[in-house]
C-alpha cells in the first residue's frame, strides 16, 4: 500500500544538538511539505519543496533545514538555532496539480530535554 | 494574519445531534477547501472537499457548505457519533498561485458525548 513514512515517532534532544526527521513516500507525489503543530496554533508551514532538488521557505523557516534529493524523501534538520523546538512535527506529499488534498504521516513529536 | 480561522476552538454535541464546524478566510483568491480530521498523536485525514464552483458537497454524513459571500464554510456532521471525537481542520488553497499550498485553521475539537 502507498503512504507516507515517519520516522521516529518520538525523539528527544538535549539543547544545542541538530536533529533530523525522517520522512519517506511511496505515492509517486511530486509536491512534499513540513508543518509543525503546537496547542492552539494549528498547523504551521515551515518547508515545501514542488520538485526534487528545489524547496522554499514556508511560514516559520527560521531554525530549520530540508534537502529534497530524491522525489521520495524530504528530510527536516531541526537545527540549534530554533528556540522552540518541543512540537508535533507532520510531513505530507501531494499532487502538484489537481486539488487533491494532502496525505499526512502519522508525525513525529520531538522534545528538547 | 491569519488567513484562515477557525474562531471556535472547541464543540460539545450529544451523540445523534447534529455537529456544525465553521471556518471562515479573508483571501478571496481561494478557490478550494478541504476539512481533516486529526485524532491525537497521528496525522491528519482527509475527510471531505468542495471547489468554489459549488456550494454544498456531500459525503455520507458529512456535507461541507460553502459561502463564497461571507468567506464562509462549514461542515456538519449528521448523526454524530463518539467516534467523531477529534481535532477538526479546514484549509484553502489558490489554484492561481500555482502552488496549491494550504493553508490551515487552528482547528475545532470536537467532542461528542454518548
Known amino acids: 500500500d502507498g503512504g507516507i513514512t515517519q520516522s521516529p515517532k518520538y525523539l528527544f534532544r538535549k539543547e544545542g544538538q541538530n536533529v533530523t526527521l525522517s520522512c519517506e513516500q511511496n505515492l509517486n507525489h511530486d509536491a512534499m511539505y513540513w508543518y509543525r503543530q503546537d496547542p492552539g496554533q494549528g498547523l504551521r508551514l515551515i518547508y515545501y519543496?514542488?520538485?526534487?532538488?528545489?524547496?522554499q521557505k514556508g511560514d516559520i523557516a527560521e531554525g530549520y533545514s530540508v534537502s529534497r534529493e530524491k522525489k521520495e524523501s524530504f528530510p527536516l534538520t531541526v537545527t540549534s538555532a530554533q528556540k522552540n523546538p518541543t512540537a508535533f512535527y507532520l510531513c505530507?506529499?501531494?499532487?502538484?496539480?489537481?486539488?487533491?488534498?494532502?496525505?499526512f504521516g502519522s508525525g513525529t513529536r520531538l522534545t528538547v530535554v | 494574519d491569519q488567513q484562515v480561522k477557525q474562531n471556535s476552538p472547541s464543540l460539545s454535541v450529544q451523540e445523534g445531534r447534529i455537529s456544525i464546524l465553521n471556518c471562515d478566510y479573508t483571501?478571496?483568491?481561494?478557490?478550494?477547501f478541504l476539512w481533516y480530521k486529526k485524532y491525537p498523536a497521528e496525522g491528519p485525514t482527509f475527510l471531505i472537499s468542495i471547489s468554489s464552483i459549488k456550494d454544498k458537497n456531500e459525503d455520507g454524513r458529512f456535507t461541507v457548505f460553502l459561502n463564497k459571500s461571507a468567506k464562509h464554510l462549514s461542515l456538519h456532521i449528521v448523526p454524530s457519533q463518539p467516534g467523531d471525537s477529534a481535532v477538526y481542520f479546514c484549509?484553502?488553497?489558490?489554484?492561481?498561485?500555482?502552488?496549491?499550498?494550504?493553508?490551515f485553521g487552528t482547528g475545532t475539537r470536537l467532542k461528542v458525548l454518548a
Open positions: 483571501n478571496s483568491m481561494f478557490d478550494y
Open positions: 519543496s514542488q520538485i526534487v532538488n528545489d524547496f
Open positions: 484549509a484553502a488553497s489558490a489554484g492561481t498561485s500555482g502552488t496549491y499550498k494550504y493553508i
Open positions: 505530507a506529499s501531494s499532487m502538484v496539480r489537481g486539488h487533491r488534498g494532502y496525505t
